[in-house]
């Protein structure tokens, strides 16, 4: 199999040697798995069995991992085991091929971390099974899930700031205390403002905190802006993204959508993942 690689993910990847990292690699857990390539119908038979150690990815302190199995480089042959819900050493016992994910029924799921195995560097006249440290993979966008709704009649907007993903770290204990602030805008002239409570320790954080405005929406502007509560100082910007009059791609394209789709039913809020841009070191406020 010329340079084919048999991709098994779900925690993170690390494409530098052991030992030729100068900073401490983060512990991302390991996966046991086994091959077997079968000679008569040129079929390798890929097992998933069992993840351990793997790193809390959701607020409660655990994760629902699932795994992820597909031939590189084309990917066109992928599979995926059951989602193992709140546990950190998962038992799978599912056989074809592999990568693992921890499961997030609110938007994208995060890749924990990953195993290649380069399938021109091991005998396959053998079945394997073994063990395999986790590795990080490609870094996910700083982003955050908001739901939209809007109700015409009554001219009320409802934002709901559910969570925000992969925060700069801010702290020096390489964490932040992120809080979310929401700014009505028109003609850049600030009309309202709200703010989540403050997360402390996380750059992941999870709010479900729901604002909703009673103004009319003629060229009505949308600030999003991630702090890092600071008690002693003026609180650091994270990262911004706008919506509505004046925005453009995929802000300008959401907002369109939750025009076109007004009075949704409370459970139906337009979801929507928006990539936050980085903001200039000036740009802080008090709390």
Same mark, same amino acid.
């Given at each position: 199999m010329k340079e084919d690689q048999l991709l098994l993910s779900?925690?993170?990847?690390?494409?530098?040697?052991?030992? =030729?990292?100068? &900073?401490? +690699?983060?512990?991302?857990?390991? !996966?046991?798995?086994?091959?077997?390539?079968? /000679? $008569?119908?040129?079929?390798?038979?890929?097992g998933i069995l069992q993840a351990q150690d793997l790193p809390a990815m959701d607020v409660g302190g655990s994760s629902d991992p699932y795994v992820k199995v597909y031939m590189l480089p084309d990917k066109k =042959?992928?599979? &995926?085991? +059951?989602?193992?819900?709140?546990? !950190?050493?998962?038992?799978?016992?599912?056989? /074809? $091929?592999?990568?693992?994910?921890?499961?997030?029924?609110?938007?994208?799921?995060d890749v924990i971390g990953e195993i290649k195995i380069a399938m021109n560097s091991i005998d396959l006249a053998q079945p394997i099974q073994e063990w395999k440290d986790l590795v990080g993979g490609e870094k996910e966008e700083v982003h955050i899930c908001i739901s939209l709704r809007y109700v015409p009649t009554a001219g009320k907007f409802t934002i709901?700031?559910?969570?925000?993903?992969?925060?700069?770290?801010?702290?020096?204990?390489?964490?932040?205390?992120?809080?979310?602030?929401?700014?009505?805008?028109?003609?850049?002239?600030?009309?309202?403002?709200?703010?989540?409570?403050?997360k402390q320790n996380t750059l992941n954080p999870y709010f479900n905190e729901s604002f909703s405005f009673e103004i009319p929406f003629s060229q009505i502007q949308v600030l999003i802006t991630v702090y890092d509560y600071d008690k002693l100082g003026s609180n650091d910007a994270i990262g911004k993204c706008w919506m509505g009059y004046g925005a453009s791609g995929i802000g300008i394209k959401h907002w369109s959508e939750m025009l076109a789709n007004p009075r949704r039913p409370a459970d139906q809020f337009l979801l929507v993942f928006l990539p936050l841009v980085k903001v200039d070191v000036d740009q802080s406020v008090k709390l």
């Open positions: 779900g925690l993170e990847e690390l494409d530098g040697e052991d030992g =030729k990292d100068d &900073e401490e +690699k983060e512990a991302l857990g390991k !996966l046991e798995y086994s091959l077997d390539y079968n /000679f $008569t119908d040129n079929t390798l038979i890929v =042959k992928k599979f &995926e085991t +059951k989602v193992q819900r709140k546990n !950190l050493c998962p038992v799978f016992n599912e056989t /074809f $091929t592999f990568k693992v994910f921890d499961f997030d029924r609110f938007g994208k799921h709901n700031i559910m969570e925000a993903k992969n925060l700069k770290k801010m702290d020096v204990g390489g964490l932040s205390d992120p809080f979310v602030k929401v700014v009505l805008q028109h003609n850049g002239k600030r009309l309202k403002k709200k703010k989540t409570s403050v």
